[in-house]
């Protein structure tokens, strides 16, 4: 009897020496926030502090509007001062401590602070914060009837061709189940599908679903996703419905690598041709003096050069004399002649020639 009794003991001792060590732990897994400040006006600053969440993290904070730490954000991060938000990254015991500028969301309040993981898994956490002068209207009903639960984790199917290697849109379909968890029949339910692009807010767009969801029934949903032109890094695809983001999926794009070659072609290829065109250009243009030159002094040369000739064509002296003198007649020629007189007729008919003696 002795031990049983003993045994159950030391399970209790040492359950309540285990159990200071496995509460820190159980408290990690949901993350806090704490503020400085409940309540602040516009251009003053509030400190926020976290701890239990992932170690290394980057954290966004944001003062929202139209939101309650029971039902979150209502409008989504249309509802926050997105452009006085600070990025925090945690340490490596998940703790954090950032200071925020107090600014009015764009909807009125009930406000909080909302903190909430911007890569990895999804993680967010809300305070109760007041902005001193700021309207305060009650939150918007929620919707009876029917409601839309996501069952299964999203994914994005589909790949990149050969178009978007050269910066055409990338496309993808979002694929999920989700279940009517509510009283009544939804038809033709109307979803929002938004793209952030790193820590910038999602751009939403209304993409309605063709069919009926039954309660207590499940249905598979595929919504088309678009990036615009040129797209590429790390997008986060949101799918949000009845004002509430039901979930969120990470997309990496990669560069498209065809359009940096064009331009390095076309910054290679195109100087090469303006380079040629004016070339081209300057010698039609410039004059051609050397050309010029050396077509007039070709028939100078070819006048002055003898003509080389075989011993048969060589003129003999009188000829080239004659040649030279073209307006000598050869009777008249010193050389060939004798004195030169004036021309005389001899014929015995002549009536001026006088005739010897003894002559018959």
Known sequence: MRGKVRFPVLVAVLALLLAPLVSPAAAAEK???????????????????????????????LICGQSAPSRGVVGGTNSCANADGRAVTTDGEGRFERKLPVAEPPVPCPCVVHVATVTGAKAEADAIFQVAGH????LPAEAAGGRLSVLTDTRLDGSSGLLTW???????TLVFTVGNVGTSTIKNPVF???????VFAPEWQDQQWRGTVEPGRKARIELPVELSGGAHGDY????KYGGK??????????????????????CLVVPAAVFRVGMAVVDRVRPRRSTGRARLRIPELTLRLPKLSTSEDVPS??????????WFTPDSDPGTAGPLSAPHDDSPTSPTTPTRKGQT
């Open 135 to 138: 309207a305060v209207e009650p």
């Open 166 to 172: 050269f910066g055409a849109a990338p496309t993808r």
């Open 317 to 326: 002296p009188a000829a080239s004399t004659t040649t030279t003198l073209p």
């Open 236 to 239: 986060t695809v949101s799918l």
């Open 192 to 198: 929002q599908v938004g793209t952030a692009h790193g």
């Open 245 to 266: 983001v039901l979930a969120e999926q990470p997309w990496g794009v990669g560069r498209p690598w065809g359009v940096t070659l064009f331009w390095v072609l076309v």
């Open 31 to 61: 993350p806090v926030v704490k503020l400085s400040k409940s309540q602040a006006g516009t251009g003053g600053s509030i400190t926020v502090t976290g701890s239990g969440w992932r170690e290394r993290a980057l954290l966004m904070i």
